[in-house]
């Protein structure tokens, strides 16, 4: 900051203007040295918030003898990502259809904020486990878990695989879909690494929650995930210690919004946490397929690398935003790149690939909100909600059945959500794998989406 006459405030006058404006934040105030220009560089003896920074910078500005206060700001290079495939990631930084995360990365990558992926687990990946928190095994049933037990705090992804006819007469046999390992590497693979992929918000940490197997996963397990992962309490398992700020639901099943899930939605947004679902790939109305119908739900539809609605995306009154889902019907290179698994049933080897379905869209939200959080830690679900749909841009292909706001901007909504004059009140809703096509299971099973 700097006095409009220094040479008449004493080094006593000086502090007393510091105190002043430190006071309600209870910290003190020191100076560190003077710049080149006259003005004092000052430091505080504890951390701040960037909200609690905005504070003192306008306590400051407030007194009479203040010509100019404002934030420190740490830069960095006007770099990218020196991860080997991000170039690859067109979903990230192409113009034209990419939801340009480099530029929100200028304010914030994620740092303090929490992401649950409630999916079919993790693999060990060396470009995801350094950002990974434990999580837990919510899977009730051993057989279609794989593992031999029940829930336990173990989220390793055992494969979810299947044999002909084992989820329906008509189903035929799949490989493992490493669904779980691909979804959280779009929200918050290790960046700037110098390997593989970078994530949406590659500051952010993953919070695993296991709840899909074979033939998918039991509503029930699924709502028990949301609950835990927020930081509600499951009869028989122990207290989640990192409480999520986002959810990501990237799962799907026909019908309509049960009871059991809506109830764990509504009391983890009641806790604070966003939560983000896929909008499904059956190429219908998103209003029939949940947990997309369901309220308090930010329901993202999947856009290719030509800016169109994906032709397997669901669409519709239900759908929020879209984000990019790839589309490879033309070229493998549509696809969304992330973390993966080389394993056909059980896991091997790590690597990188290709997936495309709105289970890739809605992580790319997921990352984004995780942004916001870290930008703005007084953010509510709603107000995270209504900004993405505010700073949204049309889509720059074709959605004439319903995109909702339109593809999701990550620098325009990270720059909306900069502490500073409090947020609007947000608007009320006016309702209320690459395997993620698979034929659809038994209506009491949840499947990827």
């Not at 960037?50 to 934030?71: H, I, M």
């Not at 690398?305 to 984000?323: L, M």
Request: include cysteine.
């Amino acid at each position: 900051m700097k006095f409009r006459d220094t040479a008449q405030i004493k080094s006593g006058g000086r502090a007393k203007a510091y105190g002043q404006a430190a006071k309600e934040l209870g910290v003190s105030v020191k100076e560190v040295r003077t710049t080149a220009g006259g003005a004092r560089v000052l430091a505080t003896d504890e951390e701040l918030s960037a909200a609690e920074s905005q504070e003192l910078v306008r306590g400051l500005q407030s007194q009479r003898a203040v010509e100019y206060a404002e934030p420190d700001v740490l830069m960095r290079p006007l770099a990218t990502s020196n991860d080997t495939f991000y170039e690859l990631q067109w979903d990230l930084h192409e113009e034209r259809a990419g939801i340009r995360v480099p530029a929100a990365w200028d304010s914030s990558t994620g740092g303090g904020a929490i992401v649950a992926v409630v999916d079919t687990g993790i693999t060990q990946h060396t470009d995801l486990m350094p950002n990974v928190l434990p999580g837990y095994d919510m899977m009730s049933d051993p057989a279609r878990a794989r593992d031999g037990n029940g829930r336990d705090p173990n989220p390793q992804d055992e494969g979810d695989w299947y044999d002909d006819a084992e989820c329906g007469f008509t189903t035929a046999s799949a490989l493992s879909s490493w669904h779980g390992t691909h979804v959280a590497g779009t929200v918050a693979a290790v960046g700037n690494n110098g390997q593989g992929v970078t994530g949406v918000a590659p500051g952010a940490k993953i919070l695993p929650i296991r709840a899909l197997g074979a033939c998918g996963g039991y509503m029930s397990d699924i709502s028990d995930g949301i609950t835990w992962a927020t930081g509600g309490a499951v009869p028989g398992l122990p207290a989640n210690s990192n409480p999520a700020d986002v959810v990501n639901l990237s799962v799907g099943g026909p019908g309509y919004c049960s009871t059991t899930m809506q109830r764990a939605i509504n009391d983890g947004v009641g806790r604070g946490a966003a939560m983000v679902v896929a909008a499904g790939n059956e190429n219908q109305s998103a209003g029939n397929s949940s947990p997309a119908n369901c309220q308090n739900v930010i329901t993202v539809a999947a856009s290719d690398r030509q800016g169109n609605r994906a032709p397997y995306s669901n669409y519709g009154s239900a759908v929020d935003v879209t984000a990019p889902g790839g589309s490879m019907e033309i070229e493998v290179s549509g696809g969304i790149a992330s973390t993966y698994n080389t394993g056909s049933t059980v896991p091997d080897q790590e690597t990188y690939a290709y997936s495309v379905g709105t289970s890739m869209a809605a992580p790319h939200v997921a990352g984004l909100a995780a942004l916001m959080l870290s930008t703005n830690e007084q953010l509510t679900p709603q107000q995270v909600e209504e900004q993405l749909k505010n700073s949204a841009r049309p889509l720059p292909g074709t959605c004439t059945e319903g995109c909702g706001a339109g593809l999701v901007d990550a620098a325009a909504a990270v720059a909306a959500v900069l502490p500073g004059p409090r947020l609007p009140p947000p608007r009320r809703r006016p309702r209320f794998p690459n395997r993620a096509r698979r034929p659809r299971p038994p209506l009491s099973r949840t499947t990827p989406s």
